[in-house]
């Protein structure tokens, strides 16, 4: 469903900018990640707010964590929600660092997974490899998510570092291409403070053409994802969302929000002030 259903409530009130659309979505994805939310909380989110997630993302490495009952029990109902859901990239990199690509995929695969994130935001990984492990992925019934960047302090994202990769993973299958911002929204796109230079955000889109619905902008505060459905509209892709921002960024979609309901009232996708 895309609207809650109140007989009481006009459509157009609880989705103003008309852009949004309902699950399975080819853009405006929601992309989450927990960092350790229980079971209760858990189902409580999905019950209440999944017509708005698209991807759920166990953070960093913490499936590792989990008793393996809970574990499968949080894969199995995201599953039933209609979520792609997937181990963080962290742990996909500590794991290859100690086997091979295939046995990562089998016991992802075992626990229920349906997606798979790989990244090399930690520990380098060669070009060659990274295919292999894309077509590991796919062949094992995977969704693929890669991610470019790094998640060192000082790490700004490059113009053709970033479209180059976006080119060769999705060549090799990948589904989308996440753009690194870490937890913090400090690295990547992001200065120190969290800020982005919305120029150069245009111009990777502009040379990305129709490659850049498939990326992902990791944007984990708020004033990052006002600046990027200001810049790029309701429907640019949108990860590291915190559990519990989740209904805040559909009213920042939707035009629900002062921060971007006078643009959705105006009919501009871009261009805040």
């Not at 989990?66 to 990239?89: C, F, N, S, T």
């Not at 060549?171 to 919305?198: L, M, P, Q, W, Y």
Request: aromatic content about 8%; some cysteine; overall charge negative.
């Amino acid at each position: 469903m895309l609207d809650c259903d109140h007989p009481f409530l006009p459509v157009h009130w609880a989705n103003p900018s008309g852009s949004r659309r309902e699950k399975p979505r080819a853009e405006g994805l929601t992309m989450v990640i927990d960092k350790g939310v229980g079971l209760t909380a858990y189902r409580d989110l999905l019950e209440m707010a999944s017509p708005y997630m698209d991807i759920y993302k166990l953070g960093f490495g913490t499936a590792a964590l989990y008793p393996d009952e809970l574990l499968r029990q949080k894969v199995h109902v995201a599953v039933q929600y209609g979520l792609h859901i997937m181990p963080g990239g962290t742990f996909f990199e500590i794991a290859l660092r100690q086997s091979p690509i295939s046995a990562y995929m089998k016991a992802i695969k075992s626990a229920g997974f349906n997606a798979v994130e790989i990244s090399d935001g930690t520990f380098p990984l060669s070009a060659e490899l990274r295919r292999a492990a894309i077509t590991a992925g796919c062949d094992a019934g995977l969704f693929v998510y890669t991610e470019v960047g790094k998640k060192a302090s000082d790490y700004r994202a490059e113009r053709e570092e970033l479209l180059e990769t976006l080119q060769a993973d999705l060549e090799a299958g990948a589904s989308h291409v996440i753009v690194e911002a870490r937890e913090s929204g400090t690295v990547g796109i992001f200065d120190k403070n969290g800020s982005a230079d919305d120029t150069f955000i245009r111009d990777v889109v502009r040379a990305a053409g129709e490659r850049a619905s498939r990326l992902i902008w990791e944007a984990p505060k708020k004033e990052q994802q006002v600046l990027l459905i200001c810049t790029l509209g309701t429907t640019v892709n949108l990860g590291n969302i915190h559990y519990q921002d989740v209904l805040s960024v559909e009213t920042l979609r939707r035009g629900l929000r002062g921060d971007t309901a006078a643009i959705m009232e105006a009919g501009r996708p871009a261009t805040c002030e």
